[in-house]
């Protein structure tokens, strides 16, 4: 029996990880649920799962779920800041699944690693922002970070019982989104509803945007990096309009070797939750009877520097990538909240990235003081866009 924790239970990983949890309910048990503000499916949850402990983002939340819950009901609810943490690290806690989005994921996750705790992690924002820290802190406590993004879970699954020194590439495969085909002279005229419908991802609206942005491919180098521990060119990124190979290794007698399936986050997840090991799924196949296209191009970075610029924050490195993450998640909320156009995504995190003097050694602090700065400054570009 594993006991598991899943910051963000009530998003679109959270959901799916609690399904798993519920086709095998003699291999796992929920401990620790935590979310922002969605009391009600949160108390649907806590019902069905008894977790000892389920936090959320404020006082008024945390007395909302207190009055949602059935009498009798035994979790213990916490909320904010030191919620999080409680629930990212508690004693019996075996896995700690990091779903939240966000730069919100950094400190509980650095909180699991501390207490020892293995790490499903999905949440990409906390390998872009603090790559270095976070891998280092795990090596020094011996702590797995399994990956769940399925770009990031295929790589690991293909470098299994491979050599480090073998490795020629990273083939980082992106769907291209709902817009690889649209000219760029229409771009300007995207709206929110045509960003949030992705052709195969069924996931959160900010990953959506990032997905049709490109600036999620570009978040998932910077992942790739520090979870895999290359140099930046040896990641390439493919566009595979299909989704069904998930990525690919590139070795250095040519071979490559990819991992495949369909899009469905659950395979992804369930192998965090059970490696080595893998879970009876029976979850469909691509079907190669005649009908599954595989077709590949390069990505077409005039049409989305998003993820031109996230390629700069990787080779630069240092500060930068915690200002492009930060820019990038007020950018995409503003565009939700339809404040800026899609293409004013991109013009955000670049004029961000362009104001920022680099730290040069970032300690945590650093890192969380330039994500705090890049907020404040692509709140400031939003307000002279619309002015
Ligand atoms: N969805 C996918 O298929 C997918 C694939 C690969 C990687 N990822 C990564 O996984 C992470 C989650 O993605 P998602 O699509 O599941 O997102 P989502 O559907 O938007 O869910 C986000 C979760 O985090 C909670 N949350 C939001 N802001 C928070 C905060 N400030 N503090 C604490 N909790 C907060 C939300 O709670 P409320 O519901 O209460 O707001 C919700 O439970 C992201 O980093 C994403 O890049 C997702």
């Not at 790490?119 to 270095?132: C, F, H, P, R």
Request: net charge negative.
């Amino acid at each position: 029996m594993k006991n598991i924790s899943i910051l963000g239970s009530t998003g679109s990983i959270g959901c799916n990880a609690l399904k798993i949890v519920e086709m095998f309910p003699e291999r796992f048990n929920v401990k620790a649920l935590a979310a922002k503000t969605n009391i009600r499916l949160l108390a649907e949850q806590i019902e069905r799962f008894s977790p000892e402990l389920a936090v959320v983002y404020d006082e008024d939340s945390a007395s909302q779920l207190k009055n949602n819950l059935a009498p009798g009901t035994k979790a213990d609810i916490l909320w904010g800041p030191d919620g999080y943490l409680t629930a990212a690290s508690s004693d019996g806690i075996d896995t700690t699944i990091t779903a939240v989005v966000g730069a919100a994921g950094l400190l509980p996750t650095l909180a699991a690693i501390e207490a020892g705790k293995t790490i499903a992690l999905a949440n990409k924002e906390t390998l872009v922002m603090a790559g270095e820290i976070v891998i280092n802190k795990a090596a020094q406590k011996g702590v797995q970070i399994l990956p769940v993004d399925s770009e990031h879970s295929a790589i690991f699954q293909c470098l299994q019982g491979q050599r480090k020194e073998d490795l020629a590439k990273i083939l980082l495969t992106a769907s291209g989104g709902p817009f690889l085909d649209r000219p760029l002279a229409e771009f300007s005229h995207i709206t929110k509803n045509q960003a949030l419908n992705h052709p195969n991802w069924e996931m959160g609206p900010k990953i959506t945007v990032d997905s049709a942005t490109l600036m999620n491919k570009g978040l998932e180098v910077l992942e790739a990096k520090s979870l895999f521990g290359v140099s930046d060119d040896m990641i390439e990124v493919v566009i595979h309009p299909q989704s069904v190979i998930h990525s690919m290794v590139a070795y250095k007698d040519s071979s490559i070797i990819a991992q495949l399936g369909i899009p469905d986050m659950k395979a992804a997840i369930a192998y965090a939750l059970s490696y080595p090991e893998r879970l009876a799924l029976n979850q469909p196949m691509p079907d190669f009877s005649g009908g599954q296209d595989l077709t590949f191009q390069k990505p077409d970075l005039d049409k989305f520097p998003c993820l031109a610029l996230a390629f700069e924050a990787c080779k630069i490195g240092k500060t930068l990538p915690a200002v492009l993450n930060a820019a990038n998640e007020v950018a995409v909320n503003a565009f939700l909240r339809e404040k800026i156009s899609f293409t004013e995504i991109a013009k955000v995190v670049s004029m961000t990235m362009a104001a920022h003097d680099l730290h040069l050694d970032p300690g945590l602090e650093d890192i969380i003081s330039a994500d705090k700065w890049a907020r404040k400054e692509a709140l400031n570009f939003i307000r002279n866009l619309q002015a």
